[in-house]
């Protein structure tokens, strides 16, 4: 299995492309510049099989509309993070301009009991709100996509409308609760590991 990164847009985004020898690919978060994304798949022969979304804010999301134009795939979104993709200001397309789309008809929502498999091994959906009411980690052993919940020695920010610094904590401690040696990677910034987190992030200690 391979990872690539592409920090994307005004706010460095992390959009992360997995995929194996046979050219299948998924996609997690396609937050601006889309021809960088398209460029990447299309350089490595990519055929991308669909796309995961950590939370719905406009950065996480911008490149989302022209992805789909061209990759008419399932989208997968946490059930509890609908409301904030629908909200121009909770997923703060208010603020920052991203061309939405108001209907989604392969958008399909998920809880922590969905079933998701990629090249013959389950994807874990996680909830974990506090930085969005919907926002989810997604496991796939050994790589954990954290969003904007838990970031390199740092959490997400709670103050956005509809954040609550108690659930970003709880959730953090949810994602540290998997084995050590999961590789974080989080929706900015580099990855790191749950064991350098519970030993070194001063939000869990």
């Known amino acids: 299995m391979k990872l690539l990164t592409l920090p994307l847009g005004a706010f460095q985004t992390n959009c992360y492309i997995v995929y194996n020898d046979q050219g299948q690919a998924f996609l997690v978060d396609p937050g601006a510049e889309y021809g960088k994304i398209k460029a990447c798949l299309d350089d490595h022969k990519l055929n991308l099989e669909f796309v995961l979304i950590t939370h ?6 911008g490149a ?9 795939v399932l989208v997968y979104l946490y059930k509890e993070e609908l409301e904030t993709y629908k909200n121009p200001r909770s997923n703060l397309s208010a603020m920052i301009p991203v061309d939405m789309m108001e209907e989604m008809e392969n958008l399909h929502l998920v809880d922590e009991d969905s079933q998701l498999s990629f090249s013959g091994k389950n994807l874990k959906f996680i909830h974990c709100p506090g930085h969005t009411p919907g926002g989810m980690s997604i496991y796939y052993e050994p790589l954990m996509f954290t969003g904007d919940t838990l970031f390199q020695g740092s959490i997400g920010r709670t103050d956005f ?3 609550n610094y108690e659930e970003i904590i709880a959730s953090c401690h949810k994602i540290c609760d998997y084995p050590e040696d999961t590789i974080l990677l989080p929706g900015h910034g580099p990855k790191t590991k749950v064991a350098i987190e519970k030993a070194m992030n001063p939000f869990l200690r």
């Open 64 to 72: 989302l509309k022209d992805l789909l134009e061209d990759n008419p």
């Open 161 to 163: 409308p509809l954040g």
């Open 56 to 61: 719905a804010h406009a950065d996480h999301i």
